[in-house]
């Protein structure tokens, strides 16, 4: 068992940034593959950013590239998400999860570990 728990989230104007954490705890942390998904309401949930458990490769969804940058600590269980040049559309629940399988990181199937979220609110 890993359990997740993510903070970091809150209010930010546009252009703003946020720093997210996902703090791990349970079986060992670096091996598994990390990921940040979100979930905007009447939406579904989408993948934002994963990161290998060695941290050397790293996967972002195209809306993300450039402004956010995924991020590990394996000596901390931790890995965060740095978000910069935040838009109103990044508005959403975020999630981070765990995944031992290691494949098709952008499908949140591949994760058996789920954070309970972290709201982010992007203010126009």
């Known amino acids: 068992q890993v359990q997740l728990v993510e903070s970091g989230g809150g209010l930010v104007q546009v252009g703003g940034s946020l720093r997210l954490s996902c703090a791990a705890s349970?079986?060992?942390?670096?091996?598994?593959?990390m990921g940040w998904f979100r979930q905007a309401p009447g939406k579904e949930r989408e993948f934002v950013a994963a990161?290998?458990?060695?941290?050397?490769?790293?996967y972002y969804v195209d809306s993300a590239k450039g402004r956010f940058t995924i991020s590990r600590d394996n000596a901390k269980n931790t890995v965060y998400l740095q978000m910069n040049s935040l838009k109103p559309e990044d508005t959403a629940v975020y999630y981070c999860?765990?995944?031992?399988?290691?494949?098709?990181?952008?499908?949140?199937?591949?994760?058996?570990?789920w954070g309970q979220g972290t709201q982010v609110t992007v203010s126009s």
């Open positions: 999860a765990a995944s031992m399988s290691g494949n098709g990181l952008g499908n949140s199937r591949e994760y058996a570990y």
């Open positions: 990161v290998r458990w060695s941290g050397g490769r790293t």
């Open positions: 349970g079986r060992t942390f670096s091996g598994y593959a």
